[in-house]
């Protein structure tokens, strides 16, 4: 019977505490399969640099290489932490785990839950993915300061988006249109950003060519957002670059009912290194070491997971799961006052019960 070797980073914050409720879902989705898991734990993020100035190092990077696939919390600095530089932590081992590992794909689905109220105004179900780039745009922390500190200080943040990267993640999106309901839109700033625009809007319209079964279209991220609100049934799947792909996935979780519930998977589209699996959210500072984050995110993350590698019925029973007991606690009045493990457990009884 096969056993999943997972690398495990819950990080800081309140990384930790959904991770521990992630990891008994996939326990438990594994029983049935008669799989077992097995998790290595790195201990790294803000604390781990604190003690040791180590944020990532080659020896762990490698390391993780090893492993199936990596089941990560999340990172980031609280005013506790008031000597980390800014973005140190996110910068030197989130993104360097994206870049490095070569997560070209961020994949963010965003759907409405049985019972689950989102506060939009019109409380219709919607399904929709967005395919974020993952490696590449105004990330590559490609930009400088001159004259610090000074009245004449310049600061730039050059954006790259290279054809291979562009392409790759084009192809992705409408490869997962295909699947689903045969729409994709691109989400881009092109009236403006009119270098990068026009090479995503160049690359949608060749590869579309590929897929003449799926219809698509282009909206400004601006616009994206007023429609994401008002008619987010529109999307099927969104393609866009790493950062409009940040900011629409917070927003994209919100109408869903909350961030708390948003999963995530940084893809490596070609199979050189492990795949990663992580709530959308960050550290959570504001409630973090209080045991009420929710861990709904952490354990669809999982269910990503088993997905990705092959083990579709233990991830349906999962997100079966885990629509059932949202439904539940929405009958009873939306599960206010639950903590963290309550809900964890509460999900990995449901699953071992399917
Ligand atoms: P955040 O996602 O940590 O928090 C935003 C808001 O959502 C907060 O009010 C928080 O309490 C709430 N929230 C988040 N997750 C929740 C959950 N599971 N259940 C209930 N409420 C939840 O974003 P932020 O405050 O902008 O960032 C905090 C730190 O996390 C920063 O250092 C940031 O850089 C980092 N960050 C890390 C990741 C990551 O590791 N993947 C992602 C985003 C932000
Ligand atoms: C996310 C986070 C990260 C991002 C930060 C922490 C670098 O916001 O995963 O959405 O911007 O990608
Ligand atoms: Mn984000």
Redesign the pocket.
Known sequence: SPTLDIAVIA?????PE?IAEARKALKAALVPESASVTFTDYTLGAEHWLSTGETLTDATLEALRGHDAIL???????PRHATIPS?L??REL?LKLRFTLDHSINLRPSRTYPGVATPLAKNEDFDFVVVREGTEGPYVGNGGTIRRDTPEEIATEVSLNTAHGVRRVVVDAFRRAQERRGQLTLVHKNNVLTHAGSLWTRTVTEVAAEFPDVSWDYMHVDAATIHLVTNPQRFDVIVTDNLFGDILT?LAAAITG???LAASGSINAEGTAPSMF??????????AGQG???????VLSAAMMLEHLGLQTAATRITDAVNAQLSEWAAAGGGEGLTTTQRGDAFADRIASL
């Open positions: 990080g800081d914050g309140i990384g959904v990560f919390g999340a990172v980031g600095a609280d973005g932590i996110e989130l917070d909350g961030i708390g992580e709530p959308v959210h960050g550290s959570a500072p504001d409630i009420i984050a929710d861990p709904t995110a952490a």
